[in-house]
């Protein structure tokens, strides 16, 4: 990964050789920075929200469609997010009708 510095470790997650630079907790810095910080503890992301760009891990947000994942902040928002941009209902039709019955 480093080209300056010599590997010193491997990461726990990926068995990438870094060096020192590049490693904390036995975590190297690309997966570090695949993951996302739920409850202090790191978890694997698994996509970004399609509202507010976050990285968001299964615990830290909610499916409203197949395979279409909102972190929580945004689902709690997600009336006022139709009212502002009405082309998203159509996207969204499925959660609609969820939330209207």
Known sequence: ????????????????????????????????????MYKGKLKPAVGRCPFCGRLICRECSVEIEPGVRVCKDCFQKLDEYFRKYPVLRGCYSRYLRVLKA
């Open 1 to 36: 990964m480093c080209e300056d510095k010599p590997a010193v470790a491997k990461c726990k997650i990926c068995g990438r050789e870094v060096c020192e630079d590049h490693i904390a907790d036995g975590i190297c810095s690309v997966c570090r920075d695949l993951m996302v």
